[in-house]
């Protein structure tokens, strides 16, 4: 391969060519964006691969820490051309040209992307690799102790994970508890701290160490994913009190991953509650794209929490759980989730990829087909049925109401019959729940509600729990079924709304904007009725949510919505 070498400074610049093996030399090392421009089917998207890293190796290997080109892979020379392949199975053709010690590519992607990105060189030795000035060793970062955030400064992009008091841990067996959900493993290369998905092997974080005294440390933190976060973070050693080993079986294994599913997911239902109040509200109907964050951030929670699902549900196939009633509810609870999951990602965006089997690699997941709506509803359907039966009771005493209970699996249940249109399957779901054990009960026992709740999301933020299912929707499905209010009734036994309301589907629409508490499912419902483009202004394509850029660059096997 030959590559075109720019000369800058003179009035008049030449280029020449030099050979393949200039090239190389010249390439090798770690590149940072500075300045990108990507075009497909005639839209341009500017900055997408800011802030990205790509390091090349001498021996024909690349890494990135771009997921649309798939973190690592392979280049070869030929002529003027490098063909680059991730391991992803993207393809990417690309001119590379040298300005000063700067380099500058000009390709194409084989999924139809063009595009042009600028890189400066991180550093200058021989090696391109930026070396900090401090480095983290296994002894000063890892060991029965964790790492509490003193103070935060977000330099660029956003995250909502960094907070004040929140605390990670590295152990030494290489796995850890960081800010993401999905940050559970890492290394150190480089004097850096990588983090990573353990099952996807997904890159995370790199953590660069700034300073150190005594048991206090100051970090730069920068993100892999598509917010390309920039943070400097000061963190202070929490340290325990020593306990004896615990031997931990495979029961109480299974049980440690309730918490990361339901973070995940409430994660999921934050992203999806924001999306929908975006689209719902006539005036930011308009203000989502496939490179919003938060497209990407919840579309990521949602997969997030399936793979988590679908590791624990392998589990019990492989017959590493010892099954009791314990473990049955929870693997019930687990599969209703994912149903969850499956039928919102189908409301949302139509059209998804369906994962039923752990992902262990990011080749697996670069290569999952989408399935249709009606096939992703059908499956939410089958999950939420196969596992109604083993569901837990629903306590109205305790923290029962966060965990997925048998009278919220009756409500998704009734939901997805609405959504297919068995307006009667719908009804007789909803008349098995109890409602008279919701209306009367004039609190929730959780502090920071006040309607009764048959199911409640725990912020992954710590702020106020998200009513996901209460007695209100209960009540509104219902209205929306029979078209009337005759004896419906709030917890507080009055009439829903007043008796002059207008009948029809633009009545049920109306009447869920009364409750506050009934902010998860409007959009749904407007959709269900028919309603949406009257109530919110919305273009017909907007009906459904842009697929993130990102993931169409990573997953050639995924088409964008309409319109987007």
């Not at 701290?193 to 092997?201: D, G, N, V």
């Not at 923290?399 to 399957?425: H, P, Q, R, V």
């Amino acid at each position: 391969m030959s590559f075109v070498f720019c000369g800058c400074g003179d009035d008049d610049e030449k280029t020449e060519v030099i050979s393949d093996g200039e090239l190389i030399s010249k390439a090798i090392g770690t590149w940072m964006c500075v300045k990108s421009t990507d075009t497909q089917q005639g839209h341009s998207y500017d900055g997408l691969m800011v802030g990205k890293e790509v390091t090349i190796n001498a021996g024909g290997t690349y890494t990135s820490t771009a997921q649309s080109f798939g973190y690592t892979g392979t280049y070869s020379v030929n002529g003027n051309t490098v063909t680059v392949k991730s391991n992803n199975g993207g393809t990417f053709v690309i001119t590379v040209t040298f300005s000063g010690k700067r380099m500058i590519w000009e390709g194409a992607a084989n999924n139809g992307v063009t595009f042009k990105y600028y890189f400066d060189r991180e550093s200058d030795d021989d090696s391109g690799v930026v070396q900090p000035v401090l480095t983290f060793t296994d002894d000063l970062i890892a060991g029965d102790f964790s790492w509490k955030v003193k103070d935060f400064t977000i330099e660029k992009g956003r995250n909502s994970y960094i907070q004040k008091d929140k605390e990670i841990s590295f152990k030494k067996d290489g796995s850890c508890v960081g800010f993401h959900s999905m940050e559970d493993a890492w290394l150190i290369k480089n004097g850096r701290i990588e983090t990573y998905h353990k099952q996807t092997s997904e890159p995370m974080y790199v953590y660069t160490l700034l300073s150190q005294k005594d048991s206090t440390i100051s970090v730069r933190m920068e993100g892999t994913l598509d917010d390309e976060l920039k943070a400097t973070v000061v963190l202070t050693k929490v340290v325990y009190q020593s306990m004896d080993a615990i031997t931990e079986d495979y029961q109480s294994n299974i049980f440690a991953l309730r918490a990361p599913i339901y973070a995940s997911c409430a994660s999921f239902v934050e992203g999806q509650l924001q999306l929908e109040a975006t689209r719902s509200t006539p005036n930011t109907v308009h203000q989502i794209s496939a490179q919003s964050p938060v497209v990407s951030n919840t579309w990521q929670a949602a997969y997030s929490t399936i793979n988590r699902i679908n590791y624990t549900l392998e589990m019990a196939e492989r017959g590493d759980l010892q099954l009791n009633q314990q473990v049955t509810q929870f693997l019930a609870e687990v599969r209703a989730i994912r149903a969850f999951i499956y039928y919102n990602l189908g409301m949302l965006w139509g059209n998804v990829p369906v994962i039923t089997q752990a992902i262990m690699s990011s080749e697996q997941a670069s290569n999952i087909p989408q399935r249709s709506q009606s096939e992703v509803f059908q499956l939410a359907y089958s999950d939420i049925c196969n596992a109604l039966g083993n569901l837990p009771d629903s306590n109205y005493q305790n923290e029962g109401k966060l965990y997925f209970n048998k009278d919220a699996g009756k409500m998704l249940k009734a939901e997805i019959e609405l959504t297919l249109g068995s307006k009667s399957a719908a009804q007789n779901t909803l008349n098995q729940i109890d409602k008279d054990s919701y209306i009367y009960q004039t609190r929730s026992v959780l502090q920071t509600m006040e309607r009764p709740v048959i199911w409640a999301m725990a912020q992954a933020s710590s702020g106020p729990y998200i009513p996901v299912y209460t007695i209100t929707h209960h009540q509104l499905y219902l209205y929306e079924i029979t078209g009337s209010k005759d004896g419906l009734v709030l917890e507080t036994n009055v009439s829903l709304g007043d008796g002059g309301a207008t009948s029809g589907p633009e009545g049920v629409a109306a009447e869920w904007k009364k409750y506050t508490y009934a902010d998860f499912g409007y959009w749904a419902a407007l959709k269900r009725l028919g309603q949406a483009q009257s109530v919110t202004g919305c273009f017909d394509y907007e009906l459904l949510m842009p697929i993130p850029y990102v993931d169409i660059m990573s997953n050639p096997n995924i088409t964008q919505n309409p319109g987007y």
